[in-house]
């Protein structure tokens, strides 16, 4: 369903957005959203999660609870997700009641690697060669040229959980029944000279805006660096990238805030990895280097306001904190990292999502380092990983 525009204001009770999910990206959501002058009410089975701790209300429920959904009908004006596997039914619930974006097709596209790549091909966007892997005959019929190649389970994964490198078909047998024989897509190892993401965000309207195109490193399959603008990318393929991530999100006739992963390999061709039907980790940085960040942008998409070309006012290096970064070698218990020294370099800008409990490769927070120039922003970087003992990059 859609409607005007929802506008803010200050007036009890306040229009409020609802968002599906109360992780750190919903809490991101909400601090855009209640500093324009929304309400925001979270649901999520945690309440007291990163975002459930400072939204106007909390909805305690599983996803697939029919009340939740009522219940969050009943306090807020429009609903957007902070994370693709919410259900199908729930945001097709929602959407029969209140404008509710992105739209269910588009988070279902983006919820299956295997549904996710037919798309890439439909819309002209080269993806890496990839076959599924769903029964025996399957296996069989893997063809030689994906290996060596990454199994990767179709849905449920993120930050490299469910992917297996293989090199030979018996390797390929065992990672797959060590994943539960669970629906795969087998990918061919891409030989990567750079990663590099898009964030675009399509209005009701039509209309398209996009945040600077992001240099990303990542660790162990999770992202570990963020550079804007990207420093190692041509403006050529940059141009490439930003072209497909439009014309993706036009093919879905998608409202709200869409990042497209891509790879630029090593013989020069751009290939698009995967989709994230929300805000992501990758454009973190838009929040202190932007004037529009991309939460902001989830709350003009939701709420129907104007779209307009994001400004990136100071170059900006982002960098991940993972739960990895409370424990001091040879030290059993968290301690906490030393802030002082980090937020004592110019330009640093420190977000923690409010997680009480550290664990290795758990998303904790993340920094940004902006600066007058982006050689600058790297220098000051640096510092912060010697600081905080995180590898250089
Ligand atoms: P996310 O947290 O981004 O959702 P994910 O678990 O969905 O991660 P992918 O983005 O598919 O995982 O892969 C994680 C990382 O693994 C990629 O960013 C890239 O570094 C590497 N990778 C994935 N697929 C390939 C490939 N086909 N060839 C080479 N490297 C790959
Ligand atoms: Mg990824």
């Known amino acids: ?65 029919p009340a939740g959904w009522a219940a969050l009908a009943s306090c807020c004006q429009a609903v957007t997700t902070e994370f693709e596997n919410v259900p199908a039914q729930a945001m097709d619930w929602l959407a029969q009641r209140l404008p509710v974006s992105p739209p269910a097709a588009a988070v279902a596209i983006c919820q299956d690697r295997a549904r996710e ?22 296996l069989a019929a893997v063809p030689d040229r994906l290996l060596p190649g990454i199994l990767k389970t179709a849905a449920l994964g993120y930050d490299g959980k469910g992917q297996v490198a293989v090199d030979s078909p ?20 891409l030989s990567l000279r750079l990663e590099l993401s898009v964030i675009v965000a399509r209005g009701r309207d039509g209309a ?56 630029w390999l090593a013989d020069g061709r751009l290939v698009a990895n995967e989709m994230a039907p929300r805000p992501h980790n990758s454009g973190h940085y838009s929040i202190d280097a932007c004037d529009v960040s991309q939460f902001d942008l989830q709350v003009r998409t939701l709420a129907g306001l104007p779209l307009v070309m994001p400004r990136q006012h100071s170059p ?63 220098r000051v970087a640096l510092q912060a990983c010697a600081l905080l003992g995180l590898p250089a990059f």
């Open 117 to 138: 790549k037919a798309f890439f091909e439909r819309a002209g966007v080269p993806c890496a060669p990839h076959a599924p892997l769903c029964r025996d005959a399957d």
């Open 208 to 263: 398209i805006v996009q945040l600077p195109v992001q240099q990303n490193l990542h660790r162990d399959g999770i992202l570990a660096v963020t550079q804007a603008p990207a420093p190692d990318l041509p403006a050529e393929v940059a141009a490439q990238a930003v072209d497909a991530a439009r014309r993706l999100a036009a093919a879905m006739d998608y409202v709200g805030v869409l990042c497209v992963e891509f790879f």
């Open 316 to 378: 900006a290096v982002m960098l991940n904190l993972l739960g990895d970064l409370w424990f001091a070698p040879g030290v059993g218990a968290p301690r906490t990292p030393p802030w002082d020294r980090v937020l004592a370099l110019p330009g640093a800008r420190l977000h923690l999502y409010g997680k009480a409990e550290p664990r290795r490769a758990r998303k904790m927070g993340h920094l940004t380092l902006t600066a007058a120039t982006a050689s600058e922003a790297r």
């Open 1 to 65: 369903m859609t409607r005007g525009p929802l506008l803010p204001d200050a007036a009890e009770p306040l229009p409020t957005l609802g968002v599906l999910g109360g992780g750190q990206l919903g809490r991101m959501f909400a601090h855009a959203a209640q500093a324009a002058g929304y309400g925001v009410a979270v649901l999520d089975p945690d309440p007291a999660g990163p975002a459930g701790q400072l939204a106007q209300r909390q909805i305690a429920a599983a996803y697939d609870d």
């Open 170 to 189: 018996a390797a390929l047998a065992a990672a797959w029944a060590a994943l539960g024989r669970a629906p795969c897509v087998l990918e061919q190892r």
